[in-house]
C-alpha cells in the first residue's frame, strides 16, 4: 500500500509540476516594443512571405513573344502553375515537356525569383527564369531543341 501512495503521490506532482511550469515560465517575460526600423523590416520580411505565398495560391496566364525577329512564332498565351514544388506550363506539357522543381529566390525589395527547367530527352530543354514583383510576373523562355537550335521568348502576365 505505501508503494501505491508514493506512486500515487509522485504522479500527481509531476502532473502539478507540468501544469504550473509553463504559467510561470510565461509571468517573468516583458513583450519586447519594436523600434521603427524593427517594425519595417518585420513588415517588409512579410511582405516577402506573402508574394512566394502568392506565386503558389493562383494558375498564372502568361503571354509569350518570341524575341528574334526570324522566328515563324507569333504570340501566344500559356498558363504557368506552382503546386506542391512542381512548376507546369500548360502549353509546354501538351507538347510533352514534364512538370519540374523549381527554385525561388527572395530579394531584397521583395521581389520574388523563379527558376525552373523542363526536359525531354526527344524535344529538349526549356529554361524558364521569372519575377514576380505586385501582381507583374515577366521573364524569358529559352528553348534548346534536341538538334541544338535555340529559341528564345519573353513573357508577362500584363496583355502586349
Request: proline share 4%; glycine share 6%.
Amino acid at each position: 500500500m505505501k508503494k501505491y501512495n508514493i506512486f500515487i503521490l509522485g504522479f500527481l506532482f509531476l502532473i502539478t509540476n507540468l501544469m504550473i511550469q509553463p504559467a510561470f515560465a510565461a509571468w517573468g517575460r516583458k513583450e519586447k516594443k519594436l523600434t521603427p526600423e524593427e517594425l519595417q523590416r518585420e513588415t517588409e520580411l512579410k511582405g516577402k512571405f506573402r508574394l512566394r505565398d502568392e506565386l503558389t495560391q493562383k494558375d498564372w496566364v502568361i503571354y509569350v513573344l518570341p524575341l528574334s525577329p526570324k522566328s515563324f512564332k507569333t504570340r501566344a498565351t500559356d498558363v504557368l502553375t506552382f503546386q506542391e514544388g512542381k512548376f507546369v506550363s500548360k502549353n509546354l506539357s501538351a507538347q510533352g515537356y514534364p512538370s519540374c522543381s523549381y527554385t525561388l529566390t527572395t530579394q531584397e525589395d521583395g521581389t520574388v525569383i523563379w527558376e525552373a527547367t523542363q526536359n525531354n530527352p526527344k524535344l529538349g530543354l526549356a529554361s524558364w527564369r521569372g519575377e514576380l514583383k505586385g501582381n507583374l510576373m515577366q521573364g524569358v523562355l529559352s528553348i534548346l531543341s534536341a538538334q541544338g537550335e535555340v529559341e528564345d521568348f519573353s513573357f508577362t502576365s500584363v496583355a502586349p
